[in-house]
């Protein structure tokens, strides 16, 4: 039987994880609405330890990493649950579409600016016309020749912030796979993130929710907490201790593309040229920003 190349598999689930990141987009638009970012980030991470814990007793994989990844570990967990909040917060008060595009067009061009300060190098000549293709594409998906006002609009903040955080956060879970298995840090990592949550949590509007019998939220809970996070990221986080923080956020180049592909699919919306477009450049930049 021929071999597979790991490399290969990786590259696909990682184009999984990001269609997958691509359909969340609207989904945890509808989940914001039933409460603050807090409430909706406890039962998320809630159902995230749980189901994730239940993976990783099947896969037998050991909880313990090594002390000297605490560090590292509470950091990551702390910077997840502040992506939490500016996430949903600028769900609720920004552009879900437009903000979607400039998280996820300005997070690789981010993550590749902070490893050349932390490594002190410059990005290769096919990994900066990537970065450059990356960014043509988000400034298509945005329209912005006749679209200006999206960056003017305050909830839009929430999204740019998110952008920052999670491109550090990336650096950090980097590095996990040098204090024990990838994925027992980054179970550790959302115990920690819900830890945080914890104390900003408003446990009455929380006991509430728990009695809703609204399929809408119990729906996209399950979505935005397993299917997202448990199975999309973690394989993201997975990938940034296989192949780097840099190349790994290179492939959200393609979220935005999915999500408006899904969005014509599923809810009927309109998909425009220069849609396609920014899809196919974003495309083009992670080939090429992984070129070897």
């Not at 998320?44 to 313990?64: E, P």
Request: charged share 10%; with cysteine.
């Amino acid at each position: 039987m021929p071999k597979v190349d790991k490399g290969i598999n990786l590259t696909a689930a990682l184009i999984i994880s990001m269609i997958i990141w691509g359909i969340s987009w609207p989904s945890n638009k509808v989940l914001a609405s039933f409460g603050t970012p807090f409430n909706i980030g406890f039962f998320r991470y809630g159902f995230v330890v749980v189901s994730f814990l239940f993976v990783l007793i099947f896969f037998k994989t050991k909880l313990l990493i090594s002390k000297n990844g605490i560090p590292f570990l509470v950091i990551a967990g702390i910077l997840m649950a502040s992506y939490n909040y500016t996430f949903l917060a600028g769900l609720k008060n920004g552009s879900p579409g437009a903000g979607g595009i400039l998280v996820t067009t300005l997070n690789p061009v981010m993550a590749y600016g902070i490893g050349m300060l932390i490594d002190w190098k410059r990005p290769g000549k096919n990994e900066f016309i990537g970065l450059m293709f990356g960014v043509v594409a988000g400034l298509s998906l945005l329209k912005v020749w006749g679209n200006k006002a999206v960056f003017a609009e305050p909830g839009n903040l929430y999204f740019l912030i998110s952008a920052l955080i999670w491109a550090v956060m990336s650096k950090f879970t980097s590095k996990s796979a040098k204090y024990g298995s990838p994925f027992a840090f980054t179970w550790w990592m959302y115990v920690v993130t819900l830890i945080c949550l914890l104390p900003f949590c408003e446990f009455t509007e929380i006991g509430e929710l728990t009695q809703t019998t609204d399929i809408r939220f119990w729906g996209n809970v399950l979505y935005s907490s397993v299917i997202t996070v448990t199975v999309a990221t973690t394989t993201y986080f997975f990938a940034t201790s296989k192949i780097g923080a840099e190349k790994a956020s290179s492939f959200i180049f393609i979220v935005p593309f999915s999500a408006a592909v899904f969005s014509f699919a599923i809810l009927g919306e309109k998909l425009e040229i220069h849609t396609i477009i920014g899809g196919l450049l974003g495309i083009v930049a992670v080939y090429m920003i992984n070129k070897k």
